[in-house]
């Protein structure tokens, strides 16, 4: 047994790195599998790089071995395997792209690329003189091209990430797809082996190596995150699961007993009014009725909502009709100016909608019943990635004297009454906050809560 004189001893060790960084890549892929189930393109991909980088791991070992002279064949079958592993590479980036729209008889185009490459390399010739002409047309058919279309793949993947996932996640799926990038560079089209050595002054493998290893690190991070995402995801489906639940149980209650109790008490007072003389208590009677006839159909409209959703198309609509309602009920003037961050409602869940929208009407329920005001503008806009609200009461109406409820009393102190906790509760659970200010005839309610990145979403490939 004899080692290949003409090689160095780094070159044994670069070549033993170049292997450990792949194995450490399919390690660090094969342990970040998912536990249950996903439907992420980084999950569907992670068997396919699992392959590449075993595959290629045991390629770049087997080809130190292939050095050894006893032993010759081996150098044909490593090299032989390096060129199988850019076929799994080739599975990962359409994974990862998750590029529907291509037809699927473009998924066996790998295989006739390998098998091509094996036709024109290995099965003519002199095998053994031929093998570094075989190993430059395998980089230039396999390598270069899977490893550039992981890595726009990896970029397109990032800008479809969903606003949950984070800006650092989205960085680091970028930078990923970067280090894919110099990858199909140093692996595809570096066919030179010494001249880059001579360049540079070191190996290209180290340069290859570097990249796996980074790779390893960036993937790894990647998946974590993405995980840990959609475990909170998992554990918000089943809040919102009890929710459900728990306002089912609650319907039935309000319909079995509240809603009877309001409609017994609205025939009474019916009856009272027809009993009584033309004057004010028959008017009394008639006003107090129709109210409560209002009350019952707002518990039914609650029943009749089984889900704590609202499609984003419905949210400003809504809102106005609310609004004209509370204006014509109260002959409040309220202004509405809802037009600035209305495309990123298009990109908030339809629960964080659906909170928002019970956080203003909660609101402007509050300021018209406890402040009076002369007037009430409803303002929408966007700071540093945040979507603020605005709700402002101004001027106190004549012949009003009561002060608001969470102006002063017990419960100020404690934080506010039951529709303040509601509604901080409500904005907290969005990852927003709830401000409430009062000076002097004016009070503004704030509500400020994050928005997604909309403008990397644009920019997306």
Known sequence: MQLNTALLPIDYATAFLYGLGFFSLGLVSWASRPYGTTSSPLARGRGALTAFAITHGVAEWAGVFGQI??????????????????????????????????????????????????????????????????????????????SALSALALLRYAGRLPPTEGRATRRAVRCLGCVFALYSVASGLILDAEAFRATFGFPAALLRSACAVVAALLYGYVSHSVYVSDLDRYQETLRATARSEERLRVSDELHDTVIQE?????????????????????????????????????????????????????????????????????????????????????????????????????????????????????????????????????????????????????????????????????????????????????????????LPDLKSRRSSP
């Open 69 to 146: 002279d006893s032993w010759p064949l081996i150098r044909p079958l490593a090299l032989a395997l390096h060129s199988l592993s850019y076929v799994f590479l080739f599975r990962f980036s359409r994974r990862i792209g998750d590029w529907a729209s291509l037809p699927k008889v473009l998924g066996a185009l790998p295989w006739v690329l390998f098998l091509a490459w094996g036709s024109f390399s290995l099965l003519g010739g002199d095998v053994l003189e031929d093998l570094s002409r075989a190993d430059r047309m395998g980089r230039l058919l396999l390598s270069f091209p899977a």
């Open 262 to 450: 309001l409609f017994a008490l609205g025939l009474e007072l019916e009856g009272h009014g027809r009993s009584a003389p033309m004057n004010g208590t028959s008017r009394v009677c008639a006003s107090a009725v129709q109210r409560l006839n209002q009350v019952i159909e707002r518990i039914r409209l609650f029943l009749g909502q089984a889900e704590e959703t609202m499609r984003a198309l419905d949210f400003l609509p809504q809102l106005r009709t609310l609004l004209d309602a509370e204006a014509k009920r109260s002959g409040i003037d309220i202004a509405l100016k809802a037009d600035v961050w209305e495309g990123a409602l298009r990109e908030l869940p339809d629960a964080a909608i659906y909170q928002l929208f019970r956080i203003v009407e909660e609101a402007v329920r509050n300021v018209i019943l406890h402040s009076r005001p002369d007037r009430l503008s409803l303002g929408m806009k966007s700071r540093r990635g945040r979507g603020i609200v605005e709700l402002v009461g101004e001027g106190r109406r004549s012949g009003s004297s009561a002060p608001m409820a969470f102006e002063t009393g017990t419960e100020s102190r404690k934080g506010g009454g039951y529709g303040l906790r509601s509604m901080r509760h409500r904005a907290k659970g969005m990852g927003g906050e709830l401000k409430l200010s009062i000076a002097g005839g004016r009070t503004l309610f704030k509500i400020e809560l994050p």
